[in-house]
């Protein structure tokens, strides 16, 4: 029965986010950019990794910033812990008055280095799982000298960080970027933290960060009775917010050659405010 549960979880996620994807075979090519890419990944500095145990097992998660600050779970999109994600905890680490980001590897190591591989993972990802590995983290985190705790993520992180304003009563305050979660994992009119959401208005992902998705986070937000934002950024199409030169080449790749670095720094004033009043002591 458990089984099954977590297999629809999978197989609706899956759905709600892949159905919509352009026709790519992205890939960043040739092989020694895939090498670069994967050593991006790997790479330490500037973070700290530390093993969290939860259950019967234990996952890396990569830390950066000030030891005793409002700490931040920063979750991964579907390629896994990849150069982009680690550029966001760098960013949020740095924003006034700094704050102490965390990035729980869910895929265990594993990296996908095209929409093929990353679809693969996604697929086989136990979304209940994850949310234990976020609650753990989060729990890590004010064991750690972090008085108060966010979770923030983008894509199928933001569809996890809004589950677990639901699931995980620790969390003290969600920013989410372009995602909503399944029916079947959680139900955001039952949100127990504050949320802040953000999606492109040109996002193509039908039920998972389209429009309608966003307008329907919106009324549900609005039953559930928690202090919440939802914004929408005109001329802007599906994870806006990577900005690398290969985030940039890797969404061109993917039939979203948008680039508003405008939107990008609001979302990050806006992600700022919302994160640092929420999570003052």
Not at 66 to 90: M, Y
Not at 106 to 133: C, F, I, P, S, T
Not at 238 to 267: C, I, T, W
């Amino acid at each position: 029965m458990l089984a099954a549960v977590a297999v629809n979880l999978r197989s609706a996620a899956s759905r709600a986010f892949s159905k919509s994807l352009p026709n790519s075979t992205f890939s960043l090519s040739p092989l020694r950019s895939r090498f670069s890419i994967r050593a991006m990944a790997d790479s330490a500095e500037p973070f700290k990794k530390v093993q969290i145990q939860r259950d019967d097992t234990a996952f890396d998660a990569y830390i950066v910033g000030k030891e005793d600050a409002p700490g931040i779970v920063v979750l991964q999109e579907w390629w896994g812990v990849d150069f982009e994600i680690k550029n966001h905890a760098v960013k949020i680490s740095e924003l006034a008055p700094g704050f102490k980001a965390l990035i729980p590897d869910l895929y265990r190591g594993k990296v996908g280095l095209d929409v093929a591989e990353a679809q693969h993972l996604m697929d086989g990802l136990d979304w209940q799982g994850a949310v234990k590995d976020i609650q753990a983290s989060v729990n890590w985190l004010k064991a750690n000298g972090s008085k108060k705790v966010g979770v923030t993520g983008f894509c199928m992180g933001g569809a996890l960080s809004i589950a677990s304003s639901v699931l995980v009563p620790e969390i003290d305050a969600v920013v989410a970027f372009y995602g909503v979660p399944s029916s079947e994992l959680a139900d955001p009119a039952q949100a127990k933290a504050p949320i802040q959401a953000h999606f492109g208005e040109l996002d193509s992902f039908v039920g998972f960060s389209d429009v309608t998705a966003a307008k329907s986070l919106e009324e549900k937000l609005k039953a559930s009775g928690v202090p919440y934002e939802v914004h929408l950024y005109p001329g802007n199409a599906h994870a806006f917010m990577n900005r690398s030169e290969y985030g940039v080449k890797r969404r061109k790749g993917m039939g979203m050659p948008d680039e508003d670095e405008a939107a990008v720094q609001l979302a990050w004033s806006r992600f700022q405010s919302w994160m640092a009043s929420h999570l003052s002591a």
